[in-house]
C-alpha cells in the first residue's frame, strides 16, 4: 500500500464517520439540545439555576440535584455538551455543572439497561453507582480546585443577567415542550418505534442512491459502524441549507428580524419531522412510516411554532434564536473536527489489540480501556454491543468498565468542546480526574470480579481517598492563603 493510498483511506474513513455521524445523530438529539440551552440562557432567570446548582448552594442539595438531572435527561455525551454550557454560562456553579456533564451520559438509563440485558447486571450496577459516587467527588474536586475562578464566573453572570429577575409561565411551558421534543426524538421507548400508519410515495431512485452511499462510505455494523442512508444524505442537505438560513436570518437579528429569521426557523422544524420518519426507499418508491416518535415531533414543534409566533414576547424570541445560534456556532464546528479526528483514529486502532493490553485487570490495562474509550467514541447504546465484542476479544471486565465508564465521558470532540466552555486548563484537568477515576473504577471492580477479598477492595479505596483526601488540602489551603493575601493588599490600597 502506497503512502498516497494509506492517506486517503484515513480520510475517507474521517469523512465516512463524519457523514454517518450527521446523518444519524445530530438532528434528533442535538438541534433540540441546542434550543434548550439557548432557552436556558435567554429566558431562565440567573436566581432559578443558581437556586439549586449555584457554586454558594448548600453541596448536599447542588451535587444531587445536578445529578438527578443528569439521569433525569439521560442524554448522549455531544447532546450534554450543549445543556452543561446552558447551565454554566447562566451562573450553574463549576462544581455542580461538571458533575451535570459527567452524570447525564455516564447512567443513561436506556444504556444501563443494555448493558444489563446484554453483559450482566453486575457490570450495569456497578456502572451506575461507581459513575454517580465518582462524578459528584469530580465535580467536588473541580470546585476546590479552581475555587478562585469560580468565583470569577459567578460575579461576571450577576453583571451579564443582573436585569432578569423572574421567568414567565410562558417561558416555563416553552421549556418543557422543548424538553418533551428531545424525549420524543431520542427516548427508544416502545410506542415511540411503533408505525400508526404508513405511507407509499412513487418517487424512485432512493434506493439506487442509498445502494450507491453504501458503497461510498462502507460499513461494518458489527464495530458499530454506520452508513449513510437515502434518508441521511437528505438530512445532511437539510442541515447546510439550515446553516446558510441561519447565518442570513440571525447572525444580525438584533437588528431586526427579517425573512431569513423565519425561514431557518421552519427549516428546523421541517429538518426534524424528516428525521423522526421511518423512510425506506424500494425500486420505484419510498415508504414512510409514521412512527410515535414522528407524532410526537410534530405535536413538539407545532407548539413551539406557535409559541414562538404568538405567545413569546419579541425580545424573548430575539434573545432564544440568538443564544441558541451561538451555541450552535461555538460547539458545532469543534463537533465535526472532533468527529472527523475520531474516523481517521480508528482507522488506525485494532480491537484485536485489546487481548494483549487489556486481558488482565492491571493499572495499563484499564488505563488502556479508558484510551479506547477517547478515541472509538461510539453514540449511545453502540458501545454496549461493541464492549461485548471487547469481552469476546479477551478484555478483562475491569478495563471493560473502564472503557464503558470513559466512553461517554471523554470523546475526543466532547474535550475538544468543553475546552472552549470553561476554558483549556480546565478542561484538561478535568479530562485527568475523568481518566483516573475511570481507571479506578475498572481496577475495583476488576479486583472484585477475581474474587479479591472486601478487605482488599477497601484498601484499595482507602489508601486512594486519603491521598486525595491530602492533595485536595494542600490545594484548599493555598487557595485559602492566596485569597487572603490579595484581601490584605486590596485594604492596603
Known amino acids: 500500500m502506497t503512502i498516497l493510498t494509506f492517506l486517503s483511506s484515513l480520510i475517507q474513513g474521517g469523512l465516512g464517520n463524519l457523514a454517518s455521524y450527521l446523518a444519524a445523530h445530530v438532528l434528533l438529539c442535538l438541534l433540540p439540545a441546542f434550543y434548550i440551552a ?37 442524554v448522549c455525551s455531544c447532546t450534554v455538551i450543549p445543556l452543561f454550557a446552558g447551565i454554566y454560562k447562566k451562573g450553574a456553579g463549576l462544581g455542580p455543572a461538571i458533575t451535570f456533564l459527567f452524570v447525564a451520559p455516564a447512567i443513561n438509563i436506556l444504556a444501563l439497561a443494555y448493558t444489563g440485558s446484554v453483559i450482566g447486571l453486575d457490570l450495569a450496577i456497578a456502572r451506575l453507582v461507581l459513575s454517580l459516587i465518582f462524578g459528584i467527588g469530580i465535580g467536588i474536586i473541580m470546585a476546590i480546585i479552581f475555587s478562585k475562578q469560580d468565583a470569577e464566573h459567578d460575579r ?16 416555563v411551558i416553552f421549556m418543557l415542550v422543548l424538553v418533551f421534543l428531545l424525549v420524543a426524538g431520542t427516548f427508544q421507548f416502545e410506542f415511540l418505534k411503533h408505525a400508526y400508519a404508513q405511507v407509499n410515495l412513487p418517487f424512485g431512485g432512493l434506493d439506487q442512491l442509498q445502494n450507491y452511499l453504501y458503497k461510498l462510505v462502507p460499513f461494518d455494523p458489527a464495530k458499530g459502524e454506520e452508513g449513510v442512508t437515502a434518508q441521511g444524505a437528505i438530512l445532511i442537505g437539510m442541515l447546510i441549507l439550515i446553516g446558510f438560513s441561519s447565518w442570513k436570518g440571525i447572525e444580525k437579528i438584533h437588528d431586526g428580524f427579517n425573512n431569513w429569521t423565519w425561514i431557518s426557523t421552519a427549516m428546523v422544524g421541517l429538518t426534524l419531522l424528516v428525521a423522526a420518519l421511518g423512510m425506506t426507499p424500494y425500486a420505484g418508491g419510498v415508504s414512510l412510516a409514521l412512527t410515535g416518535k414522528f407524532i410526537g415531533v410534530l405535536i413538539s414543534v407545532l407548539i413551539l411554532g406557535w409559541m414562538i409566533k404568538s405567545v413569546l414576547t419579541e425580545d424573548e424570541t430575539r434573545d432564544f434564536l440568538w443564544e441558541s445560534w451561538r451555541f450552535v456556532k461555538q460547539i458545532f464546528p469543534l463537533l465535526i473536527v472532533g468527529v472527523f479526528a475520531v474516523g481517521i483514529i480508528r482507522m488506525l486502532i485494532k480491537p484485536e489489540w485489546i487481548e494483549v493490553v487489556a486481558g488482565q485487570n492491571t493499572f495499563l490495562g484499564n488505563f488502556v480501556g479508558v484510551i479506547f474509550g477517547v478515541f472509538m467514541y461510539f453514540p449511545t447504546l453502540v458501545e454496549v454491543p461493541i464492549a461485548q465484542m471487547f469481552l469476546s476479544l479477551g478484555m478483562h471486565r475491569g478495563p471493560l468498565l473502564a472503557y464503558l465508564i470513559s466512553d461517554p465521558e471523554l470523546s475526543l470532540q466532547s474535550i475538544l468542546i468543553t475546552a472552549t466552555i470553561i476554558g483549556r486548563l480546565k478542561a484538561w484537568v478535568y479530562v485527568l480526574w475523568v481518566a483516573l477515576f475511570s481507571t479506578l473504577a475498572g481496577i ?50
Open 38 to 74: 439557548g432557552a436556558m440562557t435567554a429566558l431562565i432567570p440567573k436566581e432559578t439555576i443558581t437556586r439549586f446548582l449555584g457554586r454558594n448552594t448548600p453541596k448536599y442539595i447542588s451535587y444531587p440535584a445536578s445529578a438527578v438531572a443528569g439521569f433525569l435527561l439521560a
Open 156 to 171: 461576571a453572570t450577576d453583571a451579564m443577567f443582573a436585569k432578569k429577575a423572574a421567568m414567565r409561565r410562558a417561558a
Open 444 to 493: 475495583i471492580y476488576g479486583a472484585w470480579v477475581d474474587s479479591a477479598s472486601l478487605g482488599v477492595l477497601a484498601a484499595y479505596l482507602a489508601v486512594f481517598i486519603a491521598a486525595l483526601a491530602a492533595a485536595l488540602w494542600i490545594v484548599n489551603r493555598r487557595n485559602h492563603k492566596k485569597l487572603i493575601a490579595e484581601v490584605g493588599e486590596s485594604s492596603a490600597d
